[in-house]
């Protein structure tokens, strides 16, 4: 089951760690909803979802401020033997001593941030989200083509890596090269980036392997892409039927999610990139609501209608 160290929400959200002796590298997050302990602080805890994320804010502080000593004793060695994956603050609110001191006993890190906990714990939720959603690596290359992530796949050699280097040359951006890690991030959308080893590299046959940000500069580099279009790359056979009318989109599935695919035969003489150009420019007017195939079929069917009036 995938997980996110604490150590990493508190490197990317910049937090603020009040317990400093609890190795965060150590605790994992599994979840990627959270909880507001309100009813916790008030002694129920049946039904406490623990394994989330707590997200402390104004309302749970204030009703924590009234409460007397020995009831916060109580409320907090019980709340903090629930191993819990982090407590955290938000509005810059600061816990009491009592409950440093029990989450320090029972190896919880508490942790504060300056953000609002409305704002934070969606934005939370969503970061969390991609963190940890169902992830596979598929051998292609991934590029960003007018906005359209274009997943482009094919056999060892085919020249997947030149056309991409193509596509960058023509001002289009780069996200990995050979392994493309996708992530299922909901039922409608597929994410995918490059692993951290090879961000940014390209191996070119011939040449070995140049680096893209550095060559191009940032622009032509990006982080991470929703996958729109899949085009696969395969030697041009001339005994089998290619599609040259488009009317019915033809379909790949990476975990569950189905995006559309396009099979471009290659053979000498071809320009792969402005082919995958021009398959995204199409997709993209597709989602918009024109056909071009649909158009043409039209354009026949008023023809042929027209000769029998």
């Avoid at 309302?59 to 924590?64: D, K, N, R």
């Avoid at 359209?148 to 193509?166: D, Q, R, Y």
């Avoid at 680096?211 to 990006?222: E, H, P």
Wanted: hydrophobic letters at 40%; proline letters at 3%; glycine letters at 6%.
């Amino acid at each position: 089951m995938e997980a996110v160290k604490v150590a990493k929400v508190v490197e990317n959200y910049h937090l603020k760690n009040l317990t400093p002796d609890i190795d965060l590298n150590r605790a994992e997050i599994r979840l990627p909803d959270i909880n507001r302990p309100a009813l916790q602080m008030t002694g129920y805890f049946e039904h406490f979802a623990s394994d989330r994320v707590q997200l402390v804010g104004f309302v749970e502080y204030t009703y924590l401020q009234g409460m007397d000593e020995e009831r916060k004793r109580e409320i907090y060695e019980r709340f903090t033997k629930e191993n819990l994956p982090c407590v955290i603050f938000c509005r810059d609110l600061q816990p009491d001593e009592l409950l440093l001191e029990a989450a320090n006993r029972n190896n919880v890190p508490i942790l504060v941030t300056t953000k609002d906990t409305s704002s934070f714990m969606a934005e939370l939720i969503r970061w969390l989200n991609v963190q940890l959603a169902p992830c596979i690596s598929v051998h292609g290359v991934l590029v960003d083509v007018y906005g359209e992530g274009v997943l482009i796949m094919g056999e060892s050699g085919i020249g997947k890596s030149e056309t991409a280097l193509e596509l960058i040359k023509r001002g289009h951006r780069l996200v990995s090269d050979d392994v493309v890690e996708i992530r299922r991030v909901s039922d409608d959308t597929l994410v995918g980036k490059a692993p951290d080893i090879t961000r940014h590299f390209i191996e070119l046959r011939g040449i070995g392997i140049i680096d893209i940000k550095t060559l191009f500069g940032i622009q032509s580099v990006k982080e991470t892409q929703g996958l729109d279009l899949c085009i696969q790359l395969e030697h041009w056979n001339k005994e089998k039927e290619y599609d040259r009318l488009g009317l019915e989109d033809q379909y790949t599935e990476f975990l569950g999610n189905k995006i559309v695919c396009h099979k471009i035969p290659i053979r000498p003489g071809r320009n792969v990139a402005i082919i995958v150009e021009s398959a995204a420019i199409n997709h993209r007017q597709k989602k918009m609501g024109y056909n071009a195939a649909q158009e043409l079929y039209n354009r026949v069917q008023q023809s042929i209608a027209k000769q029998f009036e």
